[in-house]
């Protein structure tokens, strides 16, 4: 699946992922009106507006990205009728092609990880009959609860050729509260992160890069440039783009010297573009060319940073 | 909400939570079959299998038992259709008056923890309209993303007299590859025990206990004694009971001197008892009274490891 998510890199020239993490607050009034005359103010009203501006963004950068990255809390906070525009969203995104990354942070011991990880990247059964339950690309998973939490996941992408990416160090600003603490004389998120390079072996999916990535927040670019030369074959999903603070310049320590290895995620800069004073001619009812201006623009910031890093060499 | 669970610990004379983390292998075959007949081997049908399996446990156990815990991994693999049976499964728990522990270890940046909180403890706005989402009354959180990634869900829990669990030291085998790595001398989960305290300091449920509990393995009594005093207001949530190895007599320290602060979890000891060849003469079509015979015997088990420790003092 990573061989898939570099090809789409190299296609779109767009290390870039746009976070679907919908808040009713960030959907234009016309839409939120349709899906509450339709279905009431109700959970099934919150989630068919959901789906429906998704679906206006996600047509309309489809073409520029090679991912999307669902944060799955924002659908689950409405319920069973978040978790149906959940699943739409991912199935949708499938069909355009697009790779999906659920962000769903999941981690447990080992026969519960199992659960999650049928569930979200693999299949099950059900008397003869095969079914996937949400079926995205990649996951995100919390390693907190060590190996035998994250190799149900592995054995998954393995037979499944998907992949995962591990939280390594978050973008949050009290990361550091425990991921920071010094073990041994090195931050814990070093271990971490040396770890998730030797779970990646046994799931490389292209020459040069292993389905088993990590994440680490675009607010720690130096600590990215240490974690960068620990994991040389993980993939790193970089959130913290944008409304989070991190700049195209911070970026550059996340990438290999092969211009790939890194893929950089931003949400709400993206999705509610059309609510910045920048992007605000647009207007509600062109949100939708809101987020492509935001992706242009965001592309053109991380190409630069990307093309000045490469003068350097 | 840990005033509640005390109080029907007290009553029930049971410090136990029936862990309802079914799997279809657990399912007498009467019930899949009834289920499959109405609906097809299909995600429908595999979550009305698990519904009606969870309804006969918990009707044969709810007199027993202060509390139940449904993981919402098993259901979340089988997509919408199981987390249609989790939500069913939470509301007819709550309606028999038991207390749900929602077993969904979630976790994240600030803003997206607040959304989990939202739905799973509290309330979403829809227009002008307020809903809850699954609306548990504890769940678990995992503490990798440090306090601000905790916070929302506290918050919440202040607004709606609801409770955490958050967790310190897993039941899992691999759980010390990263909870035991030795921070200035003293092992990772202490320092996370620590927070926990001061996290339920501005969460006080009783005068005695906070509504913000921690999760330590019965696989681990040394560290449980050591988290005891760490956490001296903080409930335990202890699973590991039974099929993960954890004996009665593992559990005592677990507890404080005045015999509360501590609920033991029992999952497949207890769903899946019929299966076993102590409760075989069930069969499966007793399946139910053989899981209230085991929480019958846990419950004996757990009170003669308490009353021992009674004598000591």
Known sequence: MIRKLIAGIEKTDAPIVVGLDPMLSFIPEHIRNRAYEEHGETLKGAGEAIWEYNRGIVDAVCDLVPAVKPQIAMYEQFGIEGLIAFERTVRYCRDKGLVVIGDIKRGDIGSTSAA??????????????????????????NPYLGSDGVKPFIRVCQEENKGLFILVKTSNPSSGEFQDRQVDGRPLYELVGEQVAIWGEDCMGSESYSNIGAVVGATYPEMGKTLRRIMPRAYILVPGYGAQGGKGADLVHFFNEDGLGAVINSSRGIIAAWQQEKYASFGGSCYADASRAAVLEMKEDIGAALASKKRLY
């Open 116 to 141: 999650y990880a049928a569930g979200h990247l693999g299949t099950v059964q059900v008397g003869t009959h095969v079914y996937r339950g949400f079926d995205e690309d990649f996951v995100t998973v």
